[in-house]
């Protein structure tokens, strides 16, 4: 268990020292409540002056006047600092988001895929915004709290009243054990809420996403009933966390009251027996009642510490998982034969691929065809380093693509997946995605002609129309299209295509496929394709079936010695 706590603080110490801070307005913020703290000192003293001298008006209004400009100097200099620390806050809520966001966009996808997207997404805007409150603190206001205190202390130990030492000093461990108390209930309480509300939000979000399934099959009363139990769960732990608030709120009275009977009791007692004048009586309550908030605020510092941790608690070990984050000039691996050598892979128990090994020559069009589920699509993530290999090794052009960085690997690939993703923005932004110059309108309605969306892309407006959230505005052929023409204007020397035609009518998939053929002529064709129509031409076509590879060769060569194949190309005629 400590071993357990050592490595959160370790990561979420990590999580923001990578994220980098405005240190030149956290020194500017420092400087303001240290200058806040010195005024607070100096308030004191000059009270003590201005009560010790209200015998006469004339000799007091001098120091009230000057007592008053300390007051509103000390009023102004909070309000800055307040104001430049609400700035810094956003500004490192900004910092830690960002980083955040990036090092998950480098994340492996085994890792990615073991965690609910959108829980993420909801760690990444929420959680992430609950660092500011804590760094500031730290970073900003602990050192005057520091400074405060050791100066109040020196003047209390001049005084020469061990009463007055004895009751300041016992009020630290007052406020600590009240603090250490209510962090660990905060800490345990805000984690549990903020679990809940993330998997809530994953839940409702997926049954939004899914409407047209729900629909279809009239289920709106099961799953209204489903969403139901969730928003419960979290009720319940809200109710907790109310009844936690509660006793939060008890102990922060607490805090505030055993310390006054402390701050006062002395000093008055010290006062009716003559040994404290008013003046000094009066000094001394704003000293220590500055000193009791100081104290109580050097304390909040754990909570928010322990608030922060809470919320960031997943995300802070997501951020310390290996990522593929490498140098912009990595290097790219030189283009030749892809071969898969003795390749075994598992999704956790289940085992996809079982000692595959075959070679797709450089040039060539190659297709693998199988039945659902036997492992055409994995291969295409291996080929793209979406995963390794448990077993064996893949290689290109003789180099084991392990020793390249992902980034200059997958330099070479233009990939296509089955359901063609595509994000929010218009036609034009949609094709020139990744696409470091833009290409011109002509050369996009030539694409688009191409793949037969030159009309409709028209009649929606051309192609500044907006697609929506996931291209959601297109149908499914159109989405695939959009994809395809895409890939049609990359230059890379490997196409990956994943079922890329699945969502067309037959006569288009035929002119589609003959489309890129002639464009990707000469370039490295890999395909994984259901319709057999497409891959009769292929250079090579790989049989797989659970896994293992059944057969290689040429569409004539693998009816005459390949039964299943036959089979499948029946089924499909």
């Known amino acids: 268990m400590e071993k357990e706590k050592k490595h959160i603080w370790k990561n979420y110490f990590s999580m923001l020292k990578n994220a980098g801070m405005p240190w030149k307005l956290i020194l500017v913020c420092l400087v303001f409540s240290l200058l806040a703290a010195q005024v607070a000192l100096n308030t004191a003293s000059q009270l003590q002056i201005a009560m010790g001298q209200f015998e006469t008006m004339d000799a007091a209004v001098k120091?009230?006047?000057?007592?008053f400009i300390y007051g509103v100097l000390g009023v102004l200099l909070k309000a800055v600092n307040a104001h430049l620390q609400g700035i810094l806050g956003a500004i490192v809520d900004r910092n830690v988001q960002k980083e955040a966001a990036r090092k998950v966009f480098y994340l492996k996808v085994e890792d990615l895929e073991k965690g609910d997207s959108r829980e993420m997404i909801s760690r990444?805007?929420?959680?992430?915004?609950?660092?500011?409150?804590?760094?500031i603190d730290l970073c900003v206001n602990e050192i005057p709290r520091i400074y405060y205190s050791v100066s109040f202390f020196v003047r209390i130990l001049k005084l020469q009243q061990p009463m007055l030492t004895i009751s300041a000093l016992l009020i630290i461990p007052v406020i600590i054990l009240c603090s250490v108390i209510a962090g660990k209930v905060f800490f345990k309480n805000r984690n549990a809420v903020q679990g809940k509300v993330a998997r809530v939000t994953a839940k409702l979000a997926e049954k939004?996403?899914?409407i047209e399934l729900i629909k279809s099959y009239g289920t709106e009363e099961e799953e209204i009933a489903s969403g139901d139990e969730v928003i419960l769960e979290l009720d319940?732990?809200?109710?907790?966390?109310?009844?936690?608030?509660?006793?939060g709120a008890f102990i922060k009275n607490m805090i505030w009251w055993i310390p006054v009977i402390l701050m006062i009791v002395p000093p008055a007692l010290l006062?009716?027996?003559?040994?404290?004048?008013?003046?000094?009586?009066?000094?001394?309550?704003?000293?220590?009642?500055?000193?009791?908030?100081?104290?109580?605020?050097?304390?909040?510092?754990?909570?928010?510490?322990?608030?922060?941790?809470?919320?960031?608690?997943?995300?802070?070990?997501?951020?310390?998982?290996?990522?593929?984050?490498?140098?912009?000039?990595?290097?790219?691996?030189?283009?030749g034969d892809i071969e898969f050598k003795n390749v075994s892979f598992a999704y956790g128990e289940e085992k996809v691929l079982d000692d595959v090994s075959f070679v797709i020559e450089k040039g060539k069009k190659t297709a693998i065809v199988g039945?659902?589920?036997?492992?055409?699509?994995?291969?295409?993530?291996?080929?793209?380093?979406?995963?390794?290999?448990?077993?064996?090794?893949?290689?290109?052009?003789g180099r084991d693509v392990s020793e390249c960085s992902c980034q200059g690997y997958r330099s070479l690939f233009s990939y296509l997946p089955q359901n063609a993703p595509a994000f929010s923005g218009t036609v034009r932004e949609a094709l020139n995605y990744s696409e470091k110059e833009e290409h011109s309108d002509e050369e996009l309605y030539q694409v688009l002609k191409c793949v037969d969306l030159d009309k409709d892309i028209e009649k929606m407006g051309g192609l500044n129309h907006e697609v929506g959230y996931g291209a959601e505005k297109l149908s499914g052929g159109q989405r695939q299209k959009l994809g395809i023409a895409r890939m049609l204007l990359s230059d890379k020397e490997y196409v990956l295509l994943d079922e890329a035609s699945s969502a067309l009518d037959p006569e288009a998939t035929l002119r589609i496929s003959a489309k890129i053929d002639?464009?990707?002529?000469?370039?490295?064709?890999?395909?994984?394709?259901?319709?057999?129509?497409?891959?009769?031409?292929?250079?090579k076509i790989i049989l797989i079936d659970k896994g293992k590879?059944?057969?290689?060769?040429?569409?004539?060569?693998?009816?005459?010695?390949?039964?299943?194949?036959?089979q499948l190309i029946r089924e499909v005629a």
């Open 63 to 67: 120091p009230l006047m000057i007592l």
């Open 124 to 135: 990444l805007t929420d959680d992430t915004a609950k660092n500011s409150a804590f760094l």
């Open 208 to 210: 939004i996403d899914n």
């Open 236 to 247: 319940k732990v809200k109710r907790q966390g109310a009844l936690a608030d509660q006793i």
């Open 271 to 335: 006062k009716f027996r003559g040994e404290m004048d008013t003046a000094g009586f009066f000094a001394y309550i704003m000293l220590v009642t500055t000193f009791r908030t100081y104290v109580s605020e050097h304390l909040e510092l754990w909570n928010n510490l322990k608030q922060a941790q809470g919320a960031t608690l997943r995300l802070s070990e997501i951020l310390q998982l290996k990522d593929e984050k490498e140098a912009q000039d990595a290097e790219v691996p030189a283009a």
């Open 371 to 397: 039945l659902s589920g036997s492992g055409k699509s994995t291969i295409l993530s291996l080929m793209e380093k979406f995963y390794a290999p448990i077993e064996g090794k893949i290689t290109i052009g």
């Open 518 to 539: 002639e464009v990707c002529h000469g370039r490295t064709q890999i395909l994984v394709a259901h319709d057999l129509s497409t891959v009769k031409n292929a250079d």
């Open 549 to 566: 590879i059944l057969a290689e060769g040429t569409h004539t060569e693998l009816l005459k010695s390949s039964p299943f194949y036959a």
